[in-house]
T-cell receptor, first 116, second 113 residues
Framework: AQTVTQSQPEMSVQEAETVTLSCTYD???????LFWYKQPPSRQMILVIR??????QNATENRFSVNFQKAAKSFSLKISDSQLGDTAMYFC?????????????FGQGTRLTINP | EADIYQTPRYLVIGTGKKITLECSQTMGHDKMYWYQQDPGMELHLIHYSYGVNSTEKGDLSSESTVSRIRTEHFPLTLESARPSHTSQYLCATHSGTDYNEQFFGPGTRLTVL
């Protein structure tokens, strides 16, 4: 089975705090990529960060970093110095090969609210 | 500027109507996808295309159909809309180069009464 589980439906933190969103996944594939996408209210889904599964080093992108534990199939997202603009739904996903293309398998999402 | 366009953004329609959701892109990408997203839920792949004249079904069974006559255009059609089709439909593109990110359009929120 190809599944992604995000166990935190909602989270809320104060501005400038650090927050970690959890994600676990299950796949039998050896070669895959992991993603965190952000979907602000009524706005377009955009990429936050990407991790190649064959790389041990955790990806970082400014205030966003991941903790990738391949053996545990865990892929958490840490947001440092959170800002009001970080308020959004966050989706964890992995990408696998399908016939002629690549598909994303998404988790249920975590609704993150940053409070002033 | 490279982008993905979806029209309409919002659509409220009665049961039994035929509708077409438009998706067009200036990204120059070969691969295009339709995902369905129920409110507060994950996205599920319903259709995809890896090039002109190719269309494939995704994981989630859907009564919709798609076509890919031009690289830039990937419309989704419902012949007879029902309340169960109420959802958000997101179009995405992908360059197909390794496992680069998929880029998403703004979505169409469909309500069938």
């Amino acid at each position: 089975a190809q599944t992604v589980t995000q166990s935190q439906p909602e989270m809320s933190v104060q501005e400038a705090e650090t927050v970690t969103l959890s994600c676990t996944y299950d796949t039998s594939e050896n070669n895959y990529y992991l993603f965190w996408y952000k979907q602000p209210p009524s706005r377009q889904m955009i990429l936050v960060i990407r991790q190649e599964a064959y790389k041990q080093q955790n990806a970082t992108e400014n205030r966003f970093s991941v903790n990738f534990q391949k053996a545990a199939k865990s892929f958490s997202l840490k947001i440092s110095d959170s800002q009001l603009g970080d308020t959004a739904m966050y989706f964890c996903a992995f990408m696998i090969q399908i016939q002629g293309a690549q598909k994303l398998v998404f988790g249920q999402g975590t609704r993150l609210t940053i409070n002033p | 500027e490279a982008d993905i366009y979806q029209t309409p953004r919002y659509l409220v329609i009665g049961t039994g109507k035929k509708i077409t959701l438009e998706c067009s892109q200036t990204m120059g990408h070969d691969k295009m996808y339709w995902y369905q997203q129920d409110p507060g839920m994950e996205l599920h792949l319903i259709h995809y295309s890896y090039g002109v004249n190719s269309t494939e079904k995704g994981d989630l069974s859907s009564e919709s159909t798609v076509s890919r006559i031009r690289t830039e255009h990937f419309p989704l059609t419902l012949e007879s809309a029902r309340p169960s089709h109420t959802s958000q439909y997101l179009c995405a593109t992908h360059s197909g180069t390794d496992y680069n990110e998929q880029f998403f359009g703004p979505g169409t929120r469909l309500t069938v009464l």
